[in-house]
């Protein structure tokens, strides 16, 4: 079936890059999405990756892409005390109706 | 203004009772969605509906239902409550279900606590 894995838990110091894992198993996932949950908050889509691409860059953000390990990474550079917050991998389902959800990463940034 | 919006933003009520949350998105979308997040922020879709039409039905107990009066509102009716329904509900919606404008925008999510 559909899944998708991501570690549970990342700390790091601010200014340094964070790099956020997440594995999927629909290797028909057109779409690849990263969204950010703050505390008590809703999600907030951050960004998102078409299927044919390696790579994307969004000012502090990079999504790297690799089909073959269907393996999707997100790396926030120089992150801020304001990065912390939960972050969600997600791919469409095979009917491509709905957004499956890994288990979120909470990001720690320590002044 | 806000995109995606759900009341009551919290509810507290006890076993065997029925309630309600309401969403409403101002965006145009033509799809609306329910997700459950659990206490180890899990996040599992429940229903989506586009153009009133139920598109999705994970496996949700039937005393979960939702209802679309209209393109910009799908709200949420629990009847008979039960301890495990305490979660995080969010509501959200895309321009579209299975096109390439599928980002799904959220609400501020309604938290629900069964006693």
């Known amino acids: 079936g559909e899944d998708v894995e991501q570690s549970l838990f990342l700390s790091v110091r601010e200014g340094d890059s964070s790099v956020i894992n997440c594995t999927y198993t629909?290797?028909?996932?057109?779409?690849l999405y990263w969204y950010k949950q703050e505390p008590g908050a809703g999600l907030q889509l951050l960004t998102y990756?078409?299927?044919?691409?390696d790579m994307k860059q969004d000012q502090r953000l990079t999504v790297l892409l690799n089909k073959k390990d269907k393996h999707l990474s997100l790396r926030i550079a120089d992150t801020q005390t304001g990065d912390s917050a939960i972050y969600f991998c997600?791919?469409?389902?095979?009917?491509?109706?709905?957004?499956?959800f890994g288990k979120g990463t909470t990001l720690s940034v320590s002044s | 203004d806000t995109a995606v919006s759900q009341t009551p933003k919290y509810l507290v009520t006890q076993m065997g009772n029925d309630k309600s949350i309401k969403c409403e998105q101002n965006l145009g979308h033509d799809t609306m969605y329910w997700y459950k997040q659990d206490s180890k922020k899990f996040l599992k879709i429940m229903f989506s509906y586009n153009n009133k039409e139920l598109i999705i039905n994970e496996t949700v107990p039937n005393r979960f239902s939702p209802k679309s009066p209209d393109k910009a509102h799908l709200n949420l009716h629990i009847n008979s409550l039960e301890l495990g329904d305490s979660a995080v509900y969010f509501c959200?919606?895309?321009?579209?279900?299975?096109?390439?404008?599928?980002?799904?925008?959220f609400g501020p999510g309604t938290r629900l606590t069964v006693t």
């Open positions: 990756i078409f299927s044919n691409m």
């Open positions: 629909d290797s028909s996932s057109t779409y």
């Open positions: 997600a791919e469409r389902n095979q009917a491509g109706t709905a957004l499956i």
């Open positions: 959200a919606s895309s321009q579209d279900a299975g096109g390439t404008n599928y980002e799904q925008y």
